[in-house]
């Protein structure tokens, strides 16, 4: 565990043996852990001036704080001098041993310097060398000194960042009581446990890590019977988890925070920042129900060895991606319901069809005219039909009901007991296509009122197999049908027809159910009566501002119900 390396410079070697191949072995773990020194002189020398050279000290004093360097060196110095080196194994050396952690302090540093030079002076050392031992050990000490007092100094310091980090942490401001809960823990773990100052940190840091207040979000609520304006703190910390789904960046308590036009200016900001895709992820997926695409193994690979992992990836990332995009560019909300774009990367576009773009790597590009692939926006993405699909067949039901159920908001109730489910392989339907065999279901008067509501636009989706891909022929070699009525009497085909309707006859529905759905998760809490008034607010500045989507987040931002807290005791009114 030993190797070879040649002796370095300024090691006074003398002229004769500077002209020899003169080395010696170092155990190669104290080389690699230990074996460092700084040794910039001829470069500091050649290239800095007197104040680039006092920051250069200065960053390497740093180094020594957070690394503990002199006295890990000192330590491994002494351990190679007392088993690899014959200098040491002297018994006058007994006494410094690099176990010992009283060897490090001024007292025994000092007097293994006399020690040390006193044998060096038997064995005739003088002039430069001794110097040279005697510059080693001062230099090691203050080295060591500075370190321990700077340590030292910062405990009360590092507490209290510790304390601020448990603010940001809980998401508020601890109070008076918790503060001295945390400092008397790591009194507790420094007087009983005797730990020391950095393992007593560490443990603390893991209690705030572990309290409940950071595995949930918890607000307090306050008491009485009124609402109360939130905090600065607490203000930052709801708009930030409304928009990110994450922590604040930084702690700003400024007053003006607190008021309607300041947060709304802050929130046009967050919402051009990447970390706007929390809201994607965890508001626009869940909505959407594909939230655990991620994790769905419904598809029969057997049947259809195309889905692969990364192609459920790419799928799940498609629907995330133009939610982002809505947001970021501040679009029309409508736009998930009648665009013609999207975006896709290599695996997703070889899945749609799509031959004439070039990749880099695995890219994501957006594409604009998603039409001539028979496809554009959320309704025509495969998550979504495959998300709603058995395995071995579409489900017009399932497509349907996602599309009233999510989109727009309805309310359906659950299928009554004893309803015969159809075959689970598309192949095995028989003579019948699933278009008609559905029809030969509504038939049933128990069953007709609710599938009378969804049917026919799961059956305009025929043209997607069961993972999404395009299709003129079912599982079975029957040709599709996309042809239908739409509640409403509407007449469509193919996915353009849903879109058509849905724009047409559906749009206040869709609208509506959105801004209840955002504003819900908002404010992390079911809707009430009193949200009406807000409710039409919103809808209202939507149509005035285009449906863009940065309407509805300033009204709701600056709504009372954001910026204020109700009290324990609160009451509605009769």
Not at 405 to 429: A, K, Y
Request: glycine share 6%; charged share 30%.
């Amino acid at each position: 565990d030993a190797f070879y390396i040649s002796e370095r410079g300024r090691d006074y070697l003398g002229v004769a043996k500077e002209n020899q191949e003169k080395g010696r072995l170092l155990s190669a773990g104290f080389h690699s852990m230990m074996g460092y020194f700084r040794d910039d002189v001829p470069l500091r020398e050649l290239i800095l001036d007197e104040t680039g050279n006092a920051e250069l000290d200065r960053l390497w004093q740093e180094l020594d704080f957070i690394t503990y360097a002199p006295l890990r060196q000192y330590q491994g110095f002494l351990w190679f001098e007392r088993t690899d080196s014959r200098y040491m194994r002297d018994p006058v050396f007994d006494f410094a041993r690099a176990e010992d952690k009283s060897a490090a302090s001024q007292v025994m540093i000092e007097k293994l310097a006399e020690v040390y030079l006193a044998k060096a002076r038997e064995n005739g050392g003088e002039g430069v060398p001794l110097q040279a031992i005697a510059d080693y050990f001062k230099n090691i000490n203050t080295q060591i000194q500075w370190v321990e007092n700077a340590r030292a100094e910062s405990e009360s310091i590092q507490l209290d960042a510790l304390l601020a980090f448990a603010n940001r942490a809980w998401r508020r401001e601890l109070s008076a009581a918790e503060q001295q809960q945390v400092r008397d823990f790591y009194t507790l773990l420094r007087a009983e446990d005797g730990l020391d100052h950095e393992e007593a940190m560490r443990d603390s840091l893991v209690s705030i890590l572990m309290s409940p207040h950071f595995m949930y979000r918890t607000d307090l609520i306050s008491s009485g019977s009124g609402s109360r304006p939130l905090t600065p703190f607490e203000l930052k910390n709801r708009l930030s988890y409304f928009l990110w789904s994450s922590m604040p960046v930084t702690e700003d308590d400024a007053e003006e925070s607190i008021k309607p036009e300041s947060v709304a200016k802050q929130a046009r900001a967050m919402l051009r920042d990447d970390r706007i895709r929390g809201l994607a992820t965890e508001f626009a997926a869940n909505w959407l129900d594909v939230r655990r695409f991620e994790e769905h193994n419904s598809v029969d690979r057997n049947r259809f060895p195309q889905f692969t992992d990364e192609l459920r990836q790419a799928m799940y990332e498609e629907p995330v991606r133009f939610f982002v995009d809505i947001v970021q560019q501040d679009r029309s909300i409508l736009e998930l319901l009648d665009s013609q774009h999207s975006f896709v990367n290599p695996v997703l576009a070889q899945h749609y069809g799509i031959d004439d773009i070039t990749f880099e790597g695995n890219e994501w590009k957006r594409v604009d005219d998603m039409s001539k692939y028979g496809r554009g926006g959320p309704l025509g993405m495969s998550v979504f039909l495959t998300k709603n699909s058995p395995g071995l067949r579409t489900s017009p039901v399932k497509r349907g009901y996602w599309v009233v159920r999510r989109l727009l908001g309805e309310r359906i109730p659950p299928p009554p007991p004893n309803v015969p489910d159809l075959p689970e392989d598309e192949s095995q339907l028989g003579e019948l296509s699933l278009p008609e065999m559905l029809a030969r279901h509504r038939d049933n008067k128990s069953c007709a009122g609710c599938h009378d509501r969804f049917d026919s636009i799961g059956i305009a989706f025929e043209g997607f197999g069961p993972i999404g891909e395009r299709r003129t022929l079912d599982l079975g070699g029957r040709p599709v049908e996309t042809d239908a009525e739409f509640p409403g009497g509407m007449q469509g085909t193919g996915l353009e027809g849903v879109r058509t309707y849905l724009v047409q006859e559906r749009r206040e529905e869709f609208v509506d159910n959105f801004c209840r759905k955002l504003l819900a998760y908002a404010l992390g809490r079911g809707l009430m009566l009193s949200d009406e008034p807000l409710i039409e607010t919103m809808k209202s500045r939507l149509t005035e501002n285009d449906y863009r989507f940065s309407s509805l987040i300033e009204s709701i931002v600056t709504s009372p119900q954001f910026l204020t807290k109700l009290g324990q005791d609160y009451l509605v009114e009769d």
